[in-house]
């Protein structure tokens, strides 16, 4: 782990906050609040928010260091969205499906969880990627 590393971890970070912000925060936001049987309020999750905080420090660091372990001397870009594609369909995509199974989630929120933050961990990939680029050549 070096100095590119810890960089890659917070911008990373940041990125994941904002984007999940505006995915579960806005664009899930009415989604979520016709299933009070199935959310926290969002007072009552605010008492919790330090956990979302921690949740995504871990997250963006794991991602940046299997990210790290696999880069390769080859185009940044399609390594990107290779491994955004990758971890979404590791993680998104599965983890939406057993929610699905197992909570009375409507089947149309899924979908939107599933594309949403598909995309968010597309857009991630590709700033890890970007991150890890090689250096520019003069």
């Known amino acids: ?20 912000f505006v995915v579960h925060g806005v664009l899930l936001h009415d989604d979520y609040l016709r299933l009070p049987n199935l959310f926290r309020t969002e007072a009552d999750a605010q008492r919790y928010f330090p956990l979302m905080i921690l949740a995504h420090v871990i997250l963006s660091g ?6 790290s372990r696999g880069v390769e001397a080859s185009p940044w870009l399609p390594q990107g ?10 993680t998104i995509v ?5 929610y699905y199974v197992v909570q009375p989630m409507p089947g149309m929120t899924v979908v939107k969880q599933m594309v949403f933050d598909g995309i968010l961990t597309l857009m991630l990939g590709l700033i890890a990627a970007f991150m890890y680029r090689p250096p520019a050549r003069t």
Request: hydrophobic share 75%; aromatic share 24%; proline share 2%.
């Open 1 to 20: 782990m070096n100095k590119k590393f810890f960089i890659a971890w917070i911008v990373v970070f940041v990125a994941w906050m904002a984007g999940s």
């Open 62 to 67: 794991a991602f940046v260091w299997i990210y």
């Open 81 to 90: 969205i290779r491994f955004g594609v990758a971890i979404a369909l590791l």
């Open 94 to 98: 599965p983890l939406y499906m057993i």
